[in-house]
C-alpha cells in the first residue's frame, strides 16, 4: 500500500512569517511530487511540482526535495492570510500515472 | 482559457436514484481522472483513463461507473446512491505523462443524497 503521510494541523503562522509544510511518502521509486492548495470547499489548485532533488522556487513558495529520505517539503515566505487554507502533498506512483495524495495540513495565517 | 468544467456544481439525490456528473476539459489532455473526496479526506481515485483505456481502482465500488465517449468528455454513473455516496466528486485531467505529470482539477461537484 503506497502512502503519503502528513501532520494535519493546524500550523498556525503569524503573517508575514516563513510556514513550513512536510511530507513523507512511501514508494522509493515514486519521481514526481505535488503540492496543492485547497481552500474549504473547493477543489485543489497545483501550486509546486518538483521532480529531482533540492530546492524549486516559485515566488513566496519553494518546494524541497529528498528522494532520499522520501520527503518533501513546502515553505511559503511572507505568509499571508490568504494562504490559509489545506496544503496537499501528491505523489505519483512508480510505473503509473495514478498521483496518491496525503490528508493535507490545515495553514492557518494569524492576522 | 483552457479549463476543466464540472456539471453541476452542486447535486441533490434521493437514496438510490441514479445520478450522473459531467466533466469536460479543453486542455486536449489525455489523461481524465475521478476522485471522490470526503470532508478533511484525501481526495481518493475512484478510476482513470488513458485516451479510452479504463482503468478502474480495486476498491471503486461497483455501484460508480465511468465513460470517456471522447478526448473532450468524461462521465461519472452512481447507479444507486446511498448516504455514504455523498461528497465531493473531482475530476482532473493531465497530459501524456511523457510530456508533463502535472495534474488540473476541476471545480468539483457537491453530492448530497437525501
Known amino acids: 500500500q503506497k502512502e503519503v503521510e502528513q501532520n494535519s494541523g493546524p500550523l498556525s503562522v503569524p503573517e508575514g512569517a516563513i510556514a513550513s509544510l512536510n511530507c513523507t511518502y512511501s514508494d522509493r521509486g515514486s519521481q514526481s511530487f505535488f503540492w496543492y492548495r485547497q481552500y474549504s470547499g473547493k477543489s485543489p489548485e497545483l501550486i509546486m511540482s518538483i521532480y529531482s532533488n533540492g530546492d524549486k522556487e516559485d515566488g513566496r513558495f519553494t518546494a524541497q526535495l529528498n528522494k532520499a529520505s522520501q520527503y518533501v517539503s513546502l515553505l511559503i515566505r511572507d505568509s499571508q492570510p490568504s494562504d490559509s487554507a489545506t496544503y496537499l502533498c501528491a505523489v505519483i506512483i512508480s510505473g503509473t500515472y495514478k498521483y496518491i495524495f496525503g490528508t493535507g495540513t490545515r495553514l492557518k495565517v494569524l492576522a | 482559457d483552457a479549463m476543466v468544467i464540472q456539471n453541476p ?48 481502482e480495486a476498491d471503486t465500488p461497483d455501484n460508480f461507473q465511468s465513460r470517456r465517449p471522447n478526448t473532450s468528455f468524461c462521465f461519472l454513473d452512481i447507479r444507486s446512491p446511498g448516504l455514504g455516496d455523498a461528497a465531493m466528486y473531482l475530476c482532473a485531467t493531465s497530459r501524456d505523462p511523457g510530456q508533463s505529470y502535472e495534474q488540473y482539477f476541476g471545480p468539483g461537484t457537491r453530492l448530497t443524497v437525501t
Open chain 2, 9 to 56: 456544481r452542486y447535486q441533490v439525490t434521493q437514496f438510490g436514484k441514479p445520478v450522473t456528473l459531467s466533466c469536460s476539459q479543453t486542455l486536449n489532455h489525455n489523461v481524465m481522472y475521478w476522485y471522490q473526496q470526503k470532508s478533511s479526506q484525501a481526495p481518493k481515485l475512484l478510476f482513470h483513463y488513458y485516451d479510452k483505456d479504463f482503468n478502474n
